[in-house]
């Protein structure tokens, strides 16, 4: 059984044998809600490659203390994916973020679709945003993740068409497509980029737009999957072609 996963601002210099203090909401979710105690192994990960293998060695109410057994620094995966998430109606944007974080996606990109229904404005720009970093935060130390996955801030079409324009392979998922994504060359390596489109689907000027830009327009299968869930099928499709599900 994997060890449970706490995430820490740095890792930078530790080594086995020290000791290191876990302090603040990390710390009390571990000690209130999860209850841990002296004697408990665990692992911290600062979410960029290190990971320490560690055992718990003293608690408080916000803050608790391990010693280090081992530090072991992982590379970053290649091909690396990107995601371009369509603003989802209710929770369903944390659904796409949580599952999108399990399968190991990079980057998270929340756009704001022509036909999104939901509208990030004002405050709830920042707020919806810390809440899909806070989701990502917390699916990627459930998948015990060694690389946390980067939400960047909310994009128009033209930042997405930039995306699209900076990588190896950019794919935008449309149901009228006819080449299916499966037919795709992949690269070893290099960045790939997944565009999802909203509910109401994507407009013929954004399809336009993203594959002046680079992008392939392609499909999934006969069946119209949710916004929320076509991501993670899709890159779940691209990855099972690359090193990193062989």
């Known amino acids: 059984m994997t060890l449970p996963q706490h995430l820490v601002p740095s890792l930078d210099g530790v080594r086995a044998g020290d000791a290191v203090t876990v302090e603040g909401d990390e710390a009390h979710h571990a000690v209130v809600v999860r209850r841990l105690r002296v004697g408990e192994r665990l692992s911290l990960a600062d979410g960029l490659g290190r990971v320490a293998t560690a055992e718990v060695s003293a608690t408080a109410k916000r803050a608790f203390t391990v010693l280090v057994a081992a530090v072991e620094d992982h590379a970053e995966p290649r091909p690396s994916v990107t995601v371009v998430q369509a603003l989802p109606k209710g929770e369903r944007g944390e659904l796409a973020v949580e599952v999108l974080t399990e399968i190991g996606v990079a980057r998270i990109v929340p756009w704001a679709a022509a036909r999104s229904v939901a509208v990030w404005k004002g405050e709830r720009v920042a707020k919806s ?41 950019a794919v935008v998922l449309h149901e009228d497509a006819t080449e299916p994504l499966t037919a795709l060359a992949l690269p070893s390596d290099g960045e790939l980029l997944v ?28 069946e119209v999957l949710r916004t929320s869930t076509a991501g993670v099928a899709a890159v779940a499709a691209l990855l099972s072609r690359t090193s990193r599900w062989a």
């Open 129 to 169: 945003h810390a809440k899909w970093r806070a989701t990502a935060r917390e699916a990627a130390k459930q998948a015990r993740r060694a690389w946390h996955p980067e939400v960047v801030p909310l994009a128009s079409t033209d930042e997405v068409a930039a995306l699209v324009a900076g990588v190896d392979v």
């Open 195 to 222: 565009v999802v489109g909203p509910e109401g689907g994507l407009t013929d000027e954004e399809v336009a737009r993203l594959v002046a830009a680079g992008a392939v327009s392609v499909r999934l299968g006969a």
